[in-house]
């Protein structure tokens, strides 16, 4: 996803509406208020993703950390327990999310799923019922999830004016990808003409114009009037409330403009912030170096860390924008588009390195993988010239780069990869979404050879993560989507059929686990911090009403959380009618 400064239209909540849902929040039970005093939790398993100890019954939280991991309540002693007959897992993190974007779409037109141009109006015009503001010039509507694939063709502008209800409206509505932009004809009005080709993006002519991808986005967004910082922070609580429910204690941000890391800091102070935010530092001006903004966080209590750079090499596979070194299949005419040369590229790499910051690279095309470990490793060479290049990934494990999608690499890179250790962030919800049209964009062997790779690349330790709003957050699903290779909605493949999608790059459910919880951690520099429940690590669990073990494959994709504790305290909890099976005991 390309976290373009998202979403948030005109849907913009009535003052009233914003003030019960800030007041709402106070009835969380806050991150803030760390208990002082040691509380013991027994359960009837915990799984801690530890090697000395994978598995426990019981632990102590105090100041917001676990401090004694015990195996069995016959180890404490007649100390006065909190117990519950249910089951336990660490904290999960998602390795690659949008937090603000995500907060912005869940008060914007939810386009995922559309069939038909017709059912995008329609869509929009009860969005319209309902926000009765939206799509002024002043608050645009905005949405995101249409696919061409089920239009038959790109839309256009002139599809809304031929709505009398849409017509005049200012609209913006992003692709599933967020890598091309549907606008109305009231925001083409405001572009001025002649409407130039952009080297790394693409305005699309045909049938008609209205959709703008990549670079050529930077011709929309500065018109686009901005939500105010109150709605912002609106939208990050929203947004950490429902990751929250699916058992989320952290995100890696990918994609964090300096006015969002600022507000991030105050907003981290707050009791309602719930979730731990690793933040991918993004320029203002994509693919720069802004030293002035690059400014290191890294709280004690864990809430926000700065610590990387997020940088862009191509676009998406599903708008043809990833950069392929051959043509697509199904558009011989094109290999998709760089956002920026191989050259620029490392050297804005080397400029972030010698900073001190990991730079993880967003590359989905094999040719912007290739730039992107280019880049990556001509930046370890500069920070670590006494190392001989066979060992360079001992420079690796200091910095811990990254390639942030890393969907589509030739097997000569693959093989550099692995030698240096690059890590992979990968979202295995994407090679489910896009298994119904990747072979025909990649054609049959470099999908065999290149395409969604997991177990091939378990080696260097792959984060795994959604990219919300592009795919719903839910761990559970990509869990799921790792060890079956289906979609974790239908449960199926394109044909309908059980048959996972090339199964030879599917997980096992512990190595999936694993990165969710333990790969993140490494990702992030938090291992022993995050991921596990071990002593001295922060005291962030998930309760669940059956150990995952113990569920069939179908019923991964469909688990609810019982509970979600952060810093030991509850931030979520799913009411039904029967109480709470928890009791203090002496």
């Known amino acids: 996803m390309a976290a373009r400064r998202l979403i948030f239209g005109g849907t913009i909540l009535s003052a009233i509406a914003a003030i019960a849902l800030a007041l709402s929040f106070q009835a969380q039970q806050p991150l803030g208020s760390i208990e002082s005093q040691p509380v013991t939790y027994c359960y009837k398993r915990v799984r801690t993703q530890t090697k000395d100890l994978p598995e426990a019954q019981c632990f102590t939280v105090a100041d917001g950390v676990f401090t004694e991991i015990f195996k069995g309540k016959d180890e404490l002693d007649g100390t006065p327990v909190v117990t519950s007959d249910r089951y336990v897992i660490p904290g999960l993190w998602d390795g690659h999310g949008h937090l603000m974007g995500y907060g912005e779409f869940l008060y914007s037109v939810d386009l995922f799923g559309a069939e038909s141009i017709n059912d995008v109006r329609t869509r929009i015009k009860a969005f319209l019922k309902e926000n009765p503001g939206a799509g002024s010039k002043e608050s645009w509507l905005r949405g995101v999830g249409w696919d061409q694939a089920a239009f038959g063709r790109m839309p256009t502008a002139d599809d809304f004016e031929q709505d009398e209800e849409l017509r005049g409206h200012f609209i913006m509505l992003d692709r599933a990808d967020v890598h091309c932009s ?63 429910e699916l058992g989320l204690v952290g995100v890696h941000d990918a994609s964090t403009v300096p006015s969002q890391v600022e507000l991030y800091n105050t907003l981290a102070d707050s009791d309602d912030w719930t979730v731990r935010i690793y933040s991918m530092l993004e320029c203002d001006t994509r693919n720069t170096f802004c030293p002035q903004n690059a400014n290191k966080i890294a709280r004690a209590d864990g809430r926000l860390t700065v610590h990387s750079v997020k940088l862009f090499a191509d676009g998406a596979l599903g708008s043809w924008g990833s950069a392929m070194l051959e043509p697509y299949s199904d558009h011989p005419w094109s290999s998709g588009s760089l956002l920026i040369n191989g050259s620029s590229l490392a050297t804005v790499a080397k400029l972030w390195a010698a900073h001190g910051f990991q730079v993880n690279i967003h590359a989905i095309g094999d040719l912007a993988n290739r730039n992107s470990i280019d880049a990556l490793e001509t930046a370890l060479k500069q920070e670590c010239p006494e190392v001989d290049g066979d060992d360079l990934y001992k420079c690796q494990a200091r910095f811990r780069h990254r390639i942030e999608h890393a969907q589509i690499i030739h097997p000569d890179d693959q093989a550099r990869m692995h030698k240096l250790r690059i890590i992979p962030s990968i979202q295995p919800t994407h090679a489910t979404s896009d298994m119904k049209y990747a072979e025909d964009r990649l054609g049959p062997k470099r999908t065999a050879e290149e395409a969604y790779r997991m177990k091939s690349l378990l080696d260097i330790d792959p984060i795994l993560g959604s990219d919300f709003p592009v795919e719903p957050p839910n761990p559970f699903e990509g869990i799921y989507a790792a060890i079956t290779r289906l979609s974790p909605h239908t449960g199926t493949a394109p044909d309908g059929s059980k048959s996972g999608w090339h199964l030879e790059e599917a997980l096992s459910l512990d190595e999936a686990l694993w990165g969710f919880t333990g790969s993140p951690a490494y990702g992030a520099f938090m291992e022993g911090k995050a991921g596990q429940i071990t002593k001295g690590a922060f005291a962030d669990w998930v309760v669940l009403d059956a150990p995952l073990e113990s569920l069939s494959t179908e019923d991964l994709r469909n688990v609810k959380v019982r509970e979600t504790w952060v810093a030991g305290n509850r931030v979520y909890h799913r009411e039904e009618g029967d109480q709470e099976q928890e009791q203090a005991e002496l």
């Open 182 to 244: 549907w606008i109305s004809q009231a925001v083409l009005d405001l572009i001025p003409t002649p409407i130039p080709d952009v080297p790394g993006g693409e305005v699309v002519r045909d049938p008609g114009l209205g959709v703008f991808c990549d670079n050529a986005l930077d011709m929309v967004m500065p018109l686009w009037p901005k939500p105010s910082v109150e709605m912002q922070a609106v939208a990050v609580k929203s947004a950490m409330r429902k990751l929250n």
